[in-house]
């Protein structure tokens, strides 16, 4: 049956389909609700010890696809991984991560020079670090989650790029509540205690340039 033969009725029905359909289509491309961001800017306790007279590169972290992201994760089983929902970090984990080492060992005032591998820098070393954990993990579902961040560095001699030391910085910390403040200020915590273990495992191994 062709258009021209159907209903009044059917035809009124045919047109609110159509509408339907177009109305359905707007509400798609309104796109997903943007994200709280939350800042990860730890606090890293004060480096004490002797100078000592290499120059470090830093090298952006590895980390497995999860983790390479600005979302937050969280695990509620040993199998699964899952993201907080609406809440973020301002950047992609590694490049943080980074930003924060370079930071820690500028701050130490113990050491020649310190920047990204890629800026050219002329270093006796490099770092290089791999991001295993650093999530939320839920024992209970509507307990406060303990965070666990987990590094692994490696200092790298330049320019043959042999391990001369290595460290496995792990750090826990426990939300004070169920709530993204609460385990946001935990990260933080975590990290900046790793961080602070990277840092003066490092520089306590006096290695000559």
């Not at 035809?11 to 943007?34: E, F, K």
């Not at 600005?70 to 809440?87: E, G, K, Q, V």
């Not at 709530?179 to 200020?185: D, Q, R």
């Amino acid at each position: 049956m062709t258009e021209s033969h159907l209903h009044p009725l059917s035809r009124r029905h045919a047109i609110i389909g159509v509408g339907a359909v177009v109305l359905s289509g707007c509400s798609v491309l309104q796109g997903p609700a943007i994200p709280q961001l939350y800042v990860l800017r730890p606090q890293v306790p004060a480096s004490m010890g002797p100078r000592v007279n290499w120059r470090l590169a830093i090298a952006a972290p590895d980390a497995v696809a999860g983790l390479d992201t600005a979302r937050i994760a969280l695990t509620r089983s040993p199998t699964t991984m899952d993201y907080f929902a609406n809440a973020a970090w301002t950047d992609r984990l590694t490049l943080i991560v980074q930003r924060q080492l370079i930071q820690a060992f500028d701050t130490s005032g113990r050491i020649t020079s310190v920047d990204r591998d890629t800026s050219g820098l002329e270093a006796d070393f490099v770092l290089q670090t791999e991001i295993r954990d650093f999530q939320a993990r839920y024992d209970t579902p509507d307990g406060a989650p303990q965070v666990v961040v987990s590094i692994q560095a490696k200092m790298a001699r330049m320019p043959q790029r042999e391990i001369a030391t290595s460290v496995n910085a792990t750090q826990q910390s426990t939300a004070a509540a169920n709530e993204i403040n609460s385990i946001v200020v935990a990260f933080n915590q975590a990290c900046g205690a790793a961080i602070a273990q990277i840092v003066n495992s490092t520089l306590a191994m006096q290695m000559p340039a």
